[in-house]
């Protein structure tokens, strides 16, 4: 019994053995076949054929692990794209206040490269630059009354009654000192008053402000050539302002015959709005005119 | 000095608002003649020390504004607003021409031409619409130190 069991179990072992075998070499025959043909080229259709049938599996399965893939990319792409936002909105301020900064140094450069050629062209004139922080830095309180507020004083060697100019032309003159700041009644003013001459006739006259920021010259003596266009200058007469600074230019002339003078008006060719920097000609005293015609003591 | 800075950027058309007449009147519609007189001649010394018009031109026009403003004390509503806010048109108007009329008394050359007129104007506009903006601001400070008083 015992050896006819085992020669049954050797049988079955046997079979099992040549089973497993014969599958091994069936394997391996398909093995050598697929590559023989690969080798002879006839596995290409049966390839597309296969991937043909595969293919929307391969796709399904394809599709959710790239999908599975961009998920987590995607976490960490956005944390990187909010930092990097930030970084980005950080430079972008940055540049933002440089490029500020870059156009008001800019504009201050050709203020100053306007306020330099003006005093390069007037070498007899010592002058104070009085460069004012921002802006003016307050103007009257009033709507009747033109006057600025600059942050030069006399710890800057300003005086009353010194002439101030711009590039542009005259701007008016020092009314009251303190010690870092200044007033300055502007020739607008219907306060202020200026000796002029037009420039191509010689013609002398007045200039007055008037409210509303405009100038207007008076005593034009009769019979004298003036004409809208002309260019109107400090005269000098008076002492109180040096000669040859620009007034503005003549838009309109009033001329009536039985008027003992004829009137201007004038346009500034300094913009009061826009006053943003100025020069003070601490060079120049005015002439006490009047006082050295009184009279001297004991002469009458 | 808040005036005297910003004026010259809160222009329109050369004219700025005149934010302390319209702080005085403003405060002398809603409080005892007292309370408010004080006030509006500091307000008139202010705009003095700051401009370069004769000295006490602006104190004396501001007092007059407070004193006809005060009229208007307790004759409103609490409440009201759109007369109260109206009303700083004419009193600007008179405190623009006092003031001009006290600067020529003193000397100072004033034109009184179709350009004053403008500015006058002008300028009461502006102060209108600033009166607009500030005085509900005022009827709640004056409500408050009200409040604070009872209190007390």
Redesign the interface.
């Known amino acids: 019994m015992v050896g006819c069991a085992g020669f049954i179990f050797a049988d079955e072992f046997m079979e099992n053995q040549n089973r497993q075998g014969l599958l091994l070499a069936i394997f391996a025959a398909l093995i050598i076949l697929g590559f023989a043909l690969d080798r002879l080229g006839f596995m290409t259709g049966a390839r597309i054929a296969l991937q043909t049938v595969f293919q929307p599996a391969e796709s399904a399965v394809t599709d959710a692990a790239q999908r599975a893939e961009k998920l987590s990319e995607q976490q960490q792409t956005v944390a990187q794209l909010i930092e990097e936002n930030n970084n980005l909105k950080t430079e972008a301020n940055r540049l933002l206040i440089e490029n500020i900064q870059l156009k008001e140094l800019e504009r201050e450069n050709e203020r100053l490269r306007q306020l330099l050629n003006y005093t390069r062209n007037n070498p007899g004139i010592n002058f104070e630059a009085a460069s004012v922080v921002g802006q003016v830095i307050g103007s009257d309180p009033n709507n009747f009354l033109y006057t600025i507020f600059i942050d030069v004083g006399a710890n800057d060697g300003v005086a009353k009654d010194m002439p101030v100019v711009t590039h542009r032309g005259l701007v008016g003159r020092i009314i009251q000192v303190g010690p870092n700041s200044s007033q300055v009644l502007l020739i607008i003013d219907p306060a202020s008053s200026v000796n002029a001459l037009v420039q191509n006739s010689r013609v002398q006259g007045i200039i007055n402000g008037e409210l509303g920021g405009t100038l207007v010259m008076e005593r034009i003596p009769q019979g004298k050539t003036v004409s809208p266009g002309d260019l109107v200058l400090t005269s000098g007469l008076g002492g109180n302002f040096p000669d040859k600074l620009v007034i503005g230019q003549i838009t309109e002339v009033f001329q009536r015959d039985l008027d003992l003078f004829q009137t201007a008006r004038v346009r500034s060719t300094v913009d009061f709005g826009d006053l943003s920097t100025v020069l003070v000609i601490t060079s120049f005293k005015p002439n006490p005119f009047k006082q050295e015609l009184q009279p001297a003591e004991g002469q009458n | 000095m808040v005036?005297?800075?910003l004026?010259?950027?809160l222009?329109w058309q050369?004219?700025?608002p005149?934010f302390?007449l319209v702080a005085v009147v403003a405060w002398s519609m809603l409080n005892p003649f007292p309370k408010v007189i004080g006030w509006a001649f500091l307000a008139g010394l202010l705009?003095d020390i700051?401009?370069?018009?004769p000295f006490g031109v602006?104190s004396i026009s501001m007092v007059l504004a407070a004193t006809a403003a005060n009229f208007w004390f307790d004759r409103f509503a609490p409440s009201a607003v759109l007369l109260p806010v109206a009303l700083i048109l004419p009193y600007s108007l008179g405190f623009?021409v006092v003031?001009?009329l006290l600067?020529q008394l003193l000397g100072?050359?004033?034109?009184w031409?179709g350009?004053?007129l403008?500015?006058v104007f002008s300028?009461g506009l502006i102060n209108l619409v600033v009166m607009m903006l500030l005085y509900p601001l005022f009827q709640w400070a004056e409500q408050a130190t009200r409040r604070d008083e009872i209190a007390i």
């Open positions: 005036q005297v800075s004026s010259p950027y222009q050369t004219v700025h005149n302390l705009l700051f401009s370069a018009a602006f623009d003031s001009l600067q100072r050359p004033v034109v031409s350009t004053v403008r500015l300028a």
